[in-house]
């Protein structure tokens, strides 16, 4: 299935203002799933743009703006060729069969970072490490699924994803909310996890009852699991990750995988909005 996405972000101010460097992570990952035909990035046409990778090999557009500005805008056009991912195919290892496991010493210490969140949270029995093993992705599922069930979803376009607690306590969110959440829960399980985030699209004849965040940027977590790797997780939808999920940026927290990071500078606060548009469609 080949695929055009277009987006555009545009920020207008108050009054003209000098800007930090933007990072932008919205450039898909080229895999056996997803190949990348085209791309045409742009922004204020005085801008430097530095393209690299970063800690965690996600492409990262750094624009370096030398003017004060009253507004940002940004603009990415995709031609992607997507092939059919079924996110079943796997067989895990054999130490890695029920939940919760052991990672091998060397999985370890290369997994470390994404193990422990230090937080200390209480959590509804049913995402509480459970007191005798199970089926590694059944337990997944249901952790999954849980979410899915049991919290009302927003879209909710600006402002930091919230902490576990908060989100459990509203007992709703957005998808970023539910993927700090479900990290959370599958670290508390001795599981390496970390956030995903990206591009969503879903063919124009699957139900609407279905969607959530349908054609919209949009988070989610992988996990790893020995013998199957990184695999994805969406909590919003309650399923598990195929080709439909067009991941730009993983990382370690929120601030890891904002598709757009930056701030402005000024002797005062100035009013500020953002509007942005995305579609994705056949080609």
């Not at 959440?181 to 009852?209: C, I, Q």
């Not at 990071?261 to 995305?278: E, F, H, P, S, W």
Request: proline share 7%; with cysteine; glycine share 4%.
């Amino acid at each position: 299935m080949k695929v055009a996405i277009r987006y555009q972000a545009l920020y207008t101010y108050d009054e003209p203002a000098s800007f930090s460097p933007h990072l932008v992570r919205l450039f898909p990952k080229n895999d056996r799933h997803v190949r990348v035909e085209r791309v045409l990035f742009a922004t204020d046409k005085s801008a430097d743009i530095q393209y690299r990778h970063d800690l965690f090999d996600n492409e990262v557009a750094s624009c370096f703006y030398p003017e004060k500005r009253d507004k940002l805008d940004f603009r990415l056009e995709l031609d992607l060729e997507l092939s059919e991912k079924n996110p079943f195919h796997f067989l895990l290892d054999a130490h890695a069969l029920r939940l919760p496991f052991e990672y091998q010493p060397h999985e370890a210490a290369v997994l470390a970072p994404f193990l422990d969140d230090g937080l200390d949270i209480s959590l509804p029995a049913a995402l509480e490490r459970p007191k005798t093993a199970r089926p590694t992705i059944e337990a997944l599922i249901n952790l999954n699924q849980w979410i899915f069930e049991n919290l009302g979803y927003e879209r909710r376009e600006e402002g930091a994803a919230w902490e576990p607690a908060e989100t459990l306590a509203h007992g709703r969110g957005a998808c970023r909310d539910f993927s700090v959440l479900l990290v959370a829960v599958l670290r508390k399980h001795g599981l390496a996890a970390r956030l995903a985030s990206g591009f969503l699209w879903e063919p124009p004849d699957t139900p609407k009852e279905d969607l959530r965040a349908e054609s919209a940027l949009h988070a989610w977590v992988e996990t790893y699991l020995p013998g199957a790797g990184w695999m994805g997780l969406d909590p919003t939808n309650g399923v598990l990750c195929d080709e439909h999920r067009i991941a730009a940026a993983v990382g370690l927290t929120p601030a890891d995988i904002n598709p757009i990071q930056g701030v402005y500078y000024g002797q005062k606060k100035i009013d500020c909005a953002m509007t942005a548009t995305l579609e994705i469609k056949p080609r």
